[in-house]
């Protein structure tokens, strides 16, 4: 069995081919139509603000950019895209807010950097105090011991968790009080 999709009604465009018995030789979409009006007005006032006259050449050149343009444009709108999403996610992308990428600040000096006449002597280590003779144990060299750390907390005698459990794998032991 075959199923028909709407594929076909995305698949007509709304083409104007011209006047009738006067069909142009290419096809161009409604929006094209109206794409290309305002984009050749756009150039032909950007051809005024830069002082270039009004001439046969000048002119022929507008066409040629704005079918240019026409055709970028066109590429990148359709029945699913139509061109007010396009124009809505053009300005969105140019007013986003972006990361400053100037760094503030600006070039590094070495203006602030202090400079003594003399070289800076190392700083002088307190004297260290000598501990009393341990006696030697059981052939044992004799330590030093030293007075500014403290001694390490007596280890408990109560055998921790590990040490009791005399607990097998996958065998259950009655719960403890």
């Not at 809505?88 to 003594?116: D, F, N, Y």
Request: hydrophobic share 40%; net charge positive.
């Amino acid at each position: 069995m075959r199923i028909r999709t709407d594929d076909e009604i995305y698949r007509v465009d709304a083409v104007w081919l011209g006047p009738p018995k006067a069909t142009f030789p290419w096809r161009a979409r409604y929006v094209a139509w109206g794409v290309g009006i305002v984009v050749f007005l756009i150039v032909l006032g950007i051809e005024r603000r830069m002082n270039i006259g009004f001439g046969f050449f000048s002119t022929a050149w507008a066409v040629v950019i704005t079918i240019i343009v026409t055709k970028i444009v066109c590429s990148k709108i359709g029945h699913e895209r139509p061109l007010g999403a396009v124009m809505v996610m053009w300005m969105r992308e140019l007013t986003a807010p972006r990361e400053k990428a100037s760094g503030r600040g600006g070039a590094a000096s070495a203006a602030r950097i202090r400079v003594r006449a003399e070289r800076p002597h190392p700083k002088q280590k307190a004297p260290r105090r000598k501990a009393p003779k341990q006696q030697a144990r059981r052939g044992q060299p004799q330590r030093q011991q030293r007075t500014g750390r403290p001694k390490p907390a007596a280890r408990s005698t109560v055998p921790s968790r590990r040490a009791r459990s005399k607990e097998v794998r996958g065998v259950r032991s009655p719960a403890r009080p």
